[in-house]
C-alpha cells in the first residue's frame, strides 16, 4: 500500500512541471498526419485547448497531433478492476493534462477522438497549472485592452498635435510599454513547455535491478555539487529510465519506471529537491538504446537511467 502511495506522489510530482509550463518543447515540432480512416491509440500531453478540439505532444517522440472532439467522444478515467472509469465532460480536458487518445484519422490528417483517458492524479495537477497561468493569461488581455485604449487616446489627440504633442508623446511611450509588457506576458505562455537540455547526467544499472548502487549515486552526487554553482533560474528536471533488450517488453518497461523512479526518490529524499522542479517521469523500456544489445558492454550501457537539467525558457523569462 505505501509503495502505492509513494508511486502515485512521484506520479504527481511530474505532472506538476508540464503545468510550469505549457507549451513548446513544440517549437521545433512538426504536426503529424494520420492516416484517413486509420486507428490509433496514443498517448500525449495536452498543448493547447479550444472548445472542439486540442493539440496534443506524443509523450515518446517531439511529434504533434490534432485531435478533434465531438459529441460522441467519451471522456474518463482509466479503467479500473471490475468496473470502468469514471466519465467527465470534455470541460476536464485541460492543458497540460496526460491522456490516451484513441479515435481514427480523418480527411485533414487529424484524430477523431471516440474515447480519451487520463489518471486522476494528472486531472489535478493540470487543475493546479490552470489556477497557476490563468492570472498571467488575464494580465495579458489587460495589457492588450490598455494597448487599444492608449491608441484611442492618440488618434483623438493628433487632430491638435501642435498643442497637445507632449500629450501625444507620452501615450505613445504608455503605448510602447503596454506593447512589452503583453509581449513579455505572452511570451511567457507560449514558453511555458519550452525547454533546452543543459546537461544529460546517466545514471548506471545492474542487470534486472531498479536499485541505485554506490556507483549511481556517486555520479549523482558529483552532479548535484555541480548545480549550485550554477544559477539554476528556470531549470526543469526530466527522468527517463531504460532497459537493455533482454527478457520481455513489459517487464523492461516496468523495470526502466522503477529505475527512474529510483533516481527521482534518491534525489528528494536526499537533497530536497522542489517538487515543481520535476517533470513527469518516463520509462522508456528497451526503446531508444545508448548502444547495441548485442554485447555485453552495450547491454550495459542501456541499463539506465537519464537525468536530463532543463532550462524552461517560459520560467527563465526573456
Same mark, same amino acid.
Given at each position: 500500500?505505501?509503495?502505492?502511495?509513494?508511486?502515485?506522489?512521484?506520479?504527481?510530482? +511530474?505532472?506538476?512541471?508540464?503545468?510550469?509550463?505549457?507549451?513548446?518543447?513544440?517549437?521545433?515540432?512538426?504536426?503529424?498526419?494520420?492516416? +484517413?480512416?486509420?486507428?490509433?491509440?496514443?498517448?500525449?500531453?495536452?498543448?493547447?485547448?479550444?472548445?472542439?478540439?486540442?493539440?496534443?505532444?506524443?509523450?515518446?517522440?517531439?511529434?504533434?497531433?490534432?485531435?478533434?472532439?465531438?459529441?460522441?467522444?467519451?471522456?474518463?478515467?482509466?479503467?479500473?478492476?471490475?468496473?470502468?472509469?469514471?466519465? +467527465?465532460?470534455?470541460?476536464?480536458?485541460?492543458?497540460?493534462?496526460?491522456?490516451?487518445?484513441?479515435?481514427?484519422?480523418?480527411?485533414?490528417?487529424?484524430?477523431?477522438?471516440?474515447?480519451?483517458?487520463?489518471?486522476?492524479?494528472?486531472?489535478?495537477?493540470?487543475?493546479?497549472?490552470?489556477?497557476?497561468?490563468?492570472?498571467?493569461?488575464?494580465?495579458?488581455?489587460?495589457?492588450?485592452?490598455?494597448?487599444?485604449?492608449?491608441?484611442?487616446?492618440?488618434?483623438?489627440?493628433?487632430?491638435?498635435?501642435?498643442?497637445?504633442?507632449?500629450?501625444?508623446?507620452?501615450?505613445?511611450?504608455?503605448?510602447?510599454?503596454?506593447?512589452?509588457?503583453?509581449?513579455?506576458?505572452?511570451?511567457?505562455?507560449?514558453?511555458?513547455?519550452?525547454?533546452?537540455?543543459?546537461?544529460?547526467?546517466?545514471?548506471?544499472?545492474?542487470?534486472?535491478?531498479?536499485?541505485?548502487?554506490?556507483?549511481?549515486?556517486?555520479?549523482?552526487?558529483?552532479?548535484?555539487?555541480?548545480?549550485?554553482?550554477?544559477?539554476?533560474?528556470?531549470?526543469?528536471?526530466?527522468?527517463?529510465? +531504460?532497459?537493455?533488450?533482454?527478457?520481455?517488453?513489459?517487464?523492461?518497461?516496468?523495470?526502466?519506471?522503477?529505475?527512474?523512479?529510483?533516481?527521482?526518490?534518491?534525489?528528494?529524499?536526499?537533497?530536497?529537491?522542489?517538487?515543481?522542479?520535476?517533470?513527469?517521469?518516463?520509462?522508456?523500456?528497451?526503446?531508444?538504446?545508448?548502444?547495441?544489445?548485442?554485447?555485453?558492454?552495450?547491454?550495459?550501457?542501456?541499463?539506465?537511467?537519464?537525468?536530463?537539467?532543463?532550462?524552461?525558457?517560459?520560467?527563465?523569462?526573456?
Amino acid at each position: 500500500m505505501k509503495n502505492n502511495c509513494l508511486k502515485m506522489s512521484y506520479l504527481a510530482l +511530474f505532472a506538476v512541471i508540464l503545468c510550469i509550463g505549457a507549451e513548446n518543447a513544440t517549437a521545433q515540432a512538426t504536426y503529424k498526419r494520420v492516416g +484517413f480512416n486509420e486507428n490509433i491509440k496514443i498517448k500525449g500531453v495536452i498543448a493547447t485547448r479550444s472548445a472542439d478540439s486540442l493539440t496534443m505532444r506524443d509523450v515518446s517522440s517531439a511529434d504533434m497531433y490534432y485531435v478533434d472532439l465531438s459529441p460522441t467522444t467519451k471522456v474518463q478515467t482509466y479503467k479500473k478492476v471490475l468496473r470502468g472509469g469514471d466519465q +467527465f465532460p470534455a470541460s476536464y480536458l485541460l492543458r497540460g493534462l496526460r491522456i490516451q487518445v484513441t479515435g481514427t484519422g480523418n480527411a485533414d490528417g487529424h484524430i477523431i477522438a471516440k474515447q480519451i483517458d487520463f489518471d486522476p492524479e494528472d486531472l489535478r495537477t493540470a487543475q493546479a497549472l490552470q489556477v497557476s497561468v490563468d492570472p498571467v493569461e488575464a494580465q495579458a488581455e489587460a495589457n492588450r485592452k490598455k494597448i487599444e485604449e492608449n491608441e484611442a487616446r492618440i488618434a483623438a489627440t493628433e487632430e491638435n498635435a501642435k498643442r497637445m504633442a507632449g500629450q501625444i508623446d507620452e501615450a505613445q511611450a504608455m503605448a510602447a510599454a503596454a506593447q512589452a509588457s503583453a509581449d513579455r506576458a505572452n511570451n511567457r505562455i507560449n514558453g511555458l513547455g519550452d525547454y533546452d537540455t543543459i546537461k544529460t547526467i546517466v545514471v548506471p544499472f545492474a542487470t534486472g535491478s531498479a536499485a541505485l548502487g554506490p556507483k549511481g549515486k556517486k555520479i549523482i552526487d558529483e552532479a548535484r555539487a555541480w548545480v549550485k554553482t550554477q544559477d539554476t533560474k528556470g531549470w526543469m528536471i526530466s527522468v527517463i529510465g +531504460f532497459a537493455d533488450s533482454t527478457g520481455n517488453s513489459a517487464k523492461n518497461k516496468t523495470l526502466s519506471e522503477k529505475r527512474a523512479n529510483a533516481v527521482i526518490g534518491y534525489l528528494v529524499t536526499k537533497y530536497g529537491l522542489p517538487l515543481t522542479r520535476l517533470v513527469q517521469p518516463f520509462g522508456a523500456g528497451a526503446d531508444m538504446p545508448a548502444a547495441e544489445n548485442t554485447t555485453a558492454a552495450g547491454r550495459a550501457q542501456n541499463r539506465r537511467a537519464e537525468i536530463k537539467l532543463l532550462l524552461n525558457k517560459g520560467i527563465a523569462g526573456d
